[in-house]
């Protein structure tokens, strides 16, 4: 099979042959299906056969989107769940459990900031937030009880880059799983597993539905991790595949948020040009980036892969040279970054990431919104802030809406 990155997708195989020889997969819109004896029935329900019973638990369109995304990232499994913040949840609760406690920042999107601060709590796990940039500190937080550590690759909307290879050494030396977010920085640049990381997490909302067009989420299980430590977890049974027996034997079957087959259907198509896309926002987000640096009504602009950015050096050495599609930028106050954001007519107010449309937000008013006072502040996220998501529309097109939004 080749190694380059689309035509991995396009070479990816049907699980099973279909009568019809289709080109592409597809959806089977149905919910359950029918077994020819009452013994196969009984051998696919117990995990004997690799016959399809409920559409809950798996479908043949779901299953093909997996293979997919098996191919281009590596993972040695794959599951497709309904939301980025399903897929996190899923992980979550496979792994954690009462006395537990997970070590993670607080810089991180606002949704994934409240599972850890309110919701895990309400099930007697421990959040222990501390600056994963220093490496002494994420250490000083681990001990016998911690289930997981993580992390986003590059923090929503921070833009904080976390050393993996340096944090993913000190949770192997300690034992414990690292389990990391990678929405932002797409696998045509970036492959989680070579930096060590264990479980990956991703919204295929993003990059990967191909315009926005559908909600889902992914939860990539590297097979690195040893997980005869979990207290959570029966590797002594399972060996290797202990997370994937209690994430998709008990937890994912049990939560029921599986992906429907219209939502593979979608991202298996847009998993086709996300390559090209992604080239074509992330060239012309940096490209904006620099322009606006320039100009003097701009406070301070954050991206990545600018060289004066205090994480250029290690994104770089992450992500080569462009990882992510997004950057923020910094106006006077709260008020003119309203009023910017209300002249645009070309950028859209929305939220999401990595649409076809270039998208604007203004965080701490929305994502953060309903969050006190003290849990804004413990978030980190200033009210001078602007996210920019770069879609496919021309540069020249982008620079001119907003020199007219700020002039």
Same mark, same amino acid.
């Given at each position: 099979?080749?190694?380059?990155?689309?035509?991995?997708?396009?070479?990816?195989?049907?699980?099973?042959?279909?009568?019809?020889?289709p080109?592409?997969?597809?959806?089977?819109?149905?919910a359950?299906?029918?077994?020819?004896?009452?013994?196969?029935?009984?051998?696919?329900?117990?995990?004997?056969?690799?016959?399809?019973?409920?559409?809950?638990?798996?479908?043949?369109?779901?299953?093909?989107?997996?293979?997919?995304?098996?191919?281009?990232?590596g993972?040695?499994?794959?599951?497709?769940?309904?939301?980025?913040?399903?897929?996190?949840?899923?992980?979550?609760?496979?792994?954690?459990?009462?006395g537990?406690?997970?070590?993670?920042?607080?810089?991180?999107?606002?949704?994934?900031?409240?599972?850890?601060?309110f919701?895990?709590?309400?099930?007697?796990?421990?959040?222990?937030f501390?600056?994963?940039?220093?490496?002494?500190?994420?250490?000083?937080?681990?001990?016998?009880?911690?289930?997981?550590?993580?992390?986003?690759?590059?923090?929503?909307?921070?833009?904080?880059?976390?050393?993996?290879?340096?944090?993913?050494?000190?949770?192997?030396?300690?034992?414990?799983?690292?389990?990391?977010?990678?929405?932002?920085?797409?696998?045509?640049?970036?492959?989680? /597993?070579? @930096? +060590? #990381?264990?479980?990956?997490?991703?919204?295929?909302?993003?990059? $990967?539905? !191909?315009?926005? =067009?559908?909600?889902?989420?992914?939860?990539?299980?590297?097979?690195?991790?040893?997980?005869?430590?979990?207290?959570?977890?029966?590797?002594?049974?399972?060996?290797?595949?202990?997370?994937?027996?209690?994430?998709?034997?008990?937890?994912? /079957?049990? @939560? +029921? #948020?599986?992906?429907?087959?219209?939502?593979?259907?979608?991202? $298996?198509? !847009?998993?086709? =040009?996300?390559?090209?896309?992604?080239?074509?926002?992330?060239?012309?987000?940096?490209?904006?980036?620099?322009?606006?640096?320039?100009?003097?009504?701009?406070?301070?602009?954050?991206?990545?892969?600018?060289?004066g950015?205090?994480?250029?050096?290690?994104?770089? #050495?992450?992500?080569?040279?462009?990882?992510?599609?997004?950057?923020?930028?910094?106006?006077?106050?709260?008020?003119?970054?309203?009023?910017?954001m209300?002249?645009?007519?070309?950028?859209?107010?929305?939220?999401?990431?990595?649409?076809?449309?270039?998208?604007?937000?203004?965080?701490?008013?929305?994502?953060?919104?309903?969050?006190?006072?003290?849990?804004?502040?413990?978030?980190?996220?200033?009210?001078?802030?602007?996210?920019?998501?770069?879609?496919?529309?021309?540069?020249?097109?982008?620079?001119s809406?907003?020199?007219?939004?700020?002039?």
């Amino acid at each position: 099979m080749s190694e380059n990155f689309t035509t991995k997708i396009l070479e990816t195989s049907f699980a099973k042959h279909d009568l019809n020889n289709p080109l592409s997969m597809p959806i089977y819109s149905t919910a359950a299906y029918e077994f020819a004896t009452a013994e196969e029935m009984e051998a696919a329900f117990i995990g004997k056969s690799a016959f399809h019973t409920y559409t809950r638990i798996s479908n043949p369109t779901v299953e093909y989107f997996e293979q997919r995304i098996k191919q281009v990232s590596g993972a040695m499994a794959v599951t497709a769940l309904s939301s980025g913040m399903a897929a996190i949840a899923n992980v979550f609760m496979s792994l954690a459990y009462q006395g537990a406690n997970i070590v993670t920042t607080s810089h991180l999107f606002g949704n994934t900031f409240s599972i850890l601060q309110f919701t895990l709590a309400n099930f007697g796990v421990e959040v222990r937030f501390c600056d994963l940039l220093d490496i002494s500190d994420v250490e000083k937080n681990i001990d016998e009880n911690t289930c997981l550590v993580f992390t986003e690759v590059i923090t929503n909307p921070h833009l904080e880059v976390v050393d993996l290879k340096s944090l993913s050494a000190l949770t192997a030396k300690k034992l414990v799983p690292l389990v990391v977010d990678t929405t932002v920085v797409p696998w045509t640049v970036f492959k989680a /597993r070579d @930096f +060590g #990381a264990n479980i990956e997490v991703v919204s295929s909302t993003k990059y $990967i539905s !191909g315009g926005a =067009t559908s909600i889902g989420g992914l939860v990539l299980d590297h097979g690195n991790f040893d997980w005869r430590r979990s207290k959570r977890l029966d590797a002594k049974k399972f060996g290797q595949m202990a997370f994937q027996a209690k994430l998709r034997g008990e937890v994912f /079957r049990n @939560f +029921g #948020a599986c992906m429907s087959p219209e939502t593979a259907y979608h991202q $298996i198509l !847009g998993l086709e =040009t996300m390559e090209l896309r992604f080239d074509r926002a992330a060239s012309t987000g940096l490209e904006l980036a620099q322009w606006i640096e320039a100009l003097p009504e701009i406070n301070k602009v954050h991206h990545t892969s600018l060289p004066g950015n205090s994480f250029y050096t290690i994104s770089a #050495a992450q992500f080569g040279k462009i990882g992510t599609a997004m950057f923020t930028f910094e106006l006077s106050d709260q008020a003119a970054c309203f009023a910017f954001m209300n002249k645009l007519k070309l950028v859209r107010r929305a939220t999401n990431l990595f649409d076809n449309k270039s998208l604007i937000i203004h965080p701490l008013s929305t994502i953060y919104g309903t969050f006190s006072p003290e849990m804004k502040e413990k978030m980190g996220v200033p009210d001078t802030l602007l996210r920019f998501s770069t879609g496919l529309e021309e540069p020249e097109d982008l620079k001119s809406d907003i020199l007219q939004a700020l002039r």
